[in-house]
């Protein structure tokens, strides 16, 4: 094609120089290729196409609190899985439309038996803007049932208890039995040891009534103490049945019968601890450090989480300047309380991160009354002690930073009654406090239940018996699920 002729210019009739000559000729070809000169090939009225703006979305989030532990796993109902590991926040990866539906829910509960936990606010539909107020609260259960076991008469009572109250309501008794040493935190086994005989015996709790029901033994033992890991995998207790060594042994837990089997060796203990009592046997709170301690000396263990086997940390135990009557590991597993009751104190030792006790930056010790024993608030900021020659219960609060005490107030015990032993139920709402000791009046009620006061963590002023049934001088009251 000719686009001189078509587009009517006369190159030599006009002054165009040969550059506005080539930019008229261009401007003329583009108005031809785009219809501007009327062709029969162009489409007329073609609206330019329009995207549609996309859609906002907006994250689902939330806090967890109360987690001790691994194994706590979220799940949605828009497909996505999330595993949780400690606490603090949360934030799904999926963001949703609005008015798109969000249901958060557990799959699967911690690892830790000693906590379970619930979703708060967990529900609704997207209105436009972030969700972040879902709340994951992981807390103990309610504990159940309570056994108390009285060498003076060979008796094992059972309760049921009163969430409300506290109160132990009697369910039976059983004469000639063995001592409760433990029960299993997801409160199906209870472990108990019969001295006649020399075993461990494994039962079965009824889930209605708290009855137990001997299930398999474990031959050979003489063990007073027996202490079991959070997760309920592994129990542990020192052994002096294998003279002249007395062996610290670790058995894995069936999860469904509860039956115990021995794996490794075992320690031999009494090089580092060549007391022949070992009174204490304790385990902190996320199952990582295991103690042993007979009244002066305390061994520091580490424990394998997938063997389950516990390695000296140091050859060398933790050595106190005066014998203890109580130690306890408090729920932060920073620190260790140590009850004097011959110069009225109470020590405190610092834990490092290798899960040894020592001395290294721990604060002076307490001046107390006369304590006996020491128990401690789930929350970790109230420690509670007995003193059975003051006949009182001391209150005190905890410094998070570095643990020392201060006494908050001491509630008077009955003129008769030494309290001794403490046991701070699962929750935090009660102390049940009982005696050993009740001289005054033999026979009598032997254990007290005391409401804690969950702002200020002080024990009331009055405190009621636990039970309108008789308790003979108990020596231990375990509570469980």
Do not use: W
């Amino acid at each position: 094609m000719d686009f001189r002729k078509s587009t009517g210019i006369n190159e030599t009739a006009l002054p165009y120089s040969k550059i506005g000559y080539a930019f008229l000729l261009a401007s003329a070809i583009a108005m031809t290729g785009c219809g501007g000169g009327g062709g029969s090939g162009s489409e007329e009225g073609k609206q330019p196409e329009v995207s549609e703006p996309i859609a906002k979305t907006y994250t689902v989030s939330g806090e967890v609190t109360g987690l001790l532990g691994t194994g706590l796993v979220l799940q949605s109902n828009f497909g996505e899985i999330l595993e949780i590991a400690e606490d603090g926040k949360f934030q799904f990866a999926k963001a949703l439309k609005s008015e798109e539906a969000y249901e958060i829910s557990i799959k699967n509960q911690p690892t830790n038996l000693t906590r379970t936990c619930s979703v708060a606010q967990g529900s609704g539909a997207i209105a436009n803007a972030e969700v972040s107020n879902i709340k994951i609260i992981c807390s103990a259960p309610n504990a159940r049932f309570a056994y108390s076991f009285s060498s003076s008469n060979d008796e094992l009572s059972i309760f049921k208890i009163d969430e409300k109250t506290g109160e132990l309501n009697f369910v039976s008794s059983l004469t000639g039995q063995n001592s409760f040493l433990a029960a299993h935190p997801s409160g199906r086994f209870a472990y108990s040891y019969n001295l006649i005989t020399a075993e461990l015996i494994v039962s079965d709790i009824d889930k209605e009534t708290g009855a137990l029901t001997t299930t398999s033994s474990v031959p050979d033992i003489y063990s007073s103490r027996l202490i079991i890991d959070p997760t309920g995998r592994f129990a542990y207790f020192v052994n002096q049945h294998t003279y002249p060594n007395h062996l610290l042994e670790t058995y894995a837990i069936d999860p469904e019968s509860g039956k115990l089997s021995k794996i490794g060796q075992g320690y031999n203990i009494i090089h580092s601890l060549p007391s022949y009592r070992y009174e204490y046997i304790k385990i902190d709170p996320l199952g990582k450090y295991l103690y042993i301690g007979d009244n002066q000396s305390t061994l520091s263990f580490s424990i394998d989480t997938k063997t389950g086997l516990p390695s000296p940390i140091s050859q060398s135990p933790y050595i106190s300047q005066q014998h203890y009557t109580d130690f306890v590991i408090d729920p932060s597993a920073r620190f260790a309380y140590f009850a004097h009751q011959g110069n009225g104190q109470i020590t405190i030792a610092t834990i490092d991160t290798k899960g040894e006790i020592s001395a290294v930056n721990a604060p002076p010790p307490v001046l107390g009354l006369d304590p006996l024993k020491i128990g401690f608030h789930p929350n970790g900021r109230f420690a509670y002690a007995t003193n059975p020659i003051s006949l009182k219960v001391s209150s005190y609060s905890v410094d998070s930073t570095d643990g020392s005490l201060t006494l908050l107030s001491a509630s008077q015990t009955p003129s008769y009654f030494y309290p001794e032993l403490i046991t701070i139920d699962p929750t935090g709402q009660f102390a049940y406090v009982s005696t050993t000791n009740n001289m005054l009046q033999p026979g009598f009620n032997n254990a007290l239940v005391f409401f804690i006061n969950p702002e200020t963590g002080e024990l009331g002023s009055t405190p009621i018996f636990a039970t309108k049934a008789n308790i003979t001088y108990p020596n231990a009251l375990i509570l469980t699920r």
